[in-house]
């Protein structure tokens, strides 16, 4: 098996409401994708080939929440991949924090 370069990009997003962001957002995406979740940690899954793209591999999400901060970690196959899953998770986070948005995601 080939080993794939992998791009990732993190953040930490100030919140005082990270466990239920995280929540919902998993909520939100286990409709379709794969996911697994708790209070504190999830996992979201977005295939290669999702919407129609052709990635040499699934991109990974992940989220820890914090007292005072959302903990989020892309790991992507291909840099288009992981620039357009900082986007998708940014516009969800800000849909669902509506009461705070925009939220600071600085992507390291």
């Known amino acids: 098996m080939e080993a794939q370069t992998t791009h990732t990009a993190t953040a930490q997003v100030p919140t005082a409401h990270a466990s239920k962001y995280l929540q919902q957002l998993c909520k939100h995406w286990q409709h379709n994708l794969a996911v697994a979740f708790t209070a504190d ?3 979201v899954t977005f ?6 793209a052709d990635w040499p591999g699934d ?3 992940t989220f820890d929440a914090g007292e005072a901060a959302l903990s989020v970690r892309i790991d992507a196959s291909a840099e288009g991949q992981l620039e357009a899953l900082k986007g998708a998770v940014a516009r969800h986070l800000d849909r669902f924090a509506f009461r705070e948005a925009p939220l600071r ?3 390291q």
């Open 59 to 61: 991109g990974l999400v």
């Open 47 to 52: 295939p290669r080939d999702a919407r129609g």
């Open 41 to 43: 940690h999830g996992t």
């Open 105 to 107: 995601v600085d992507w």
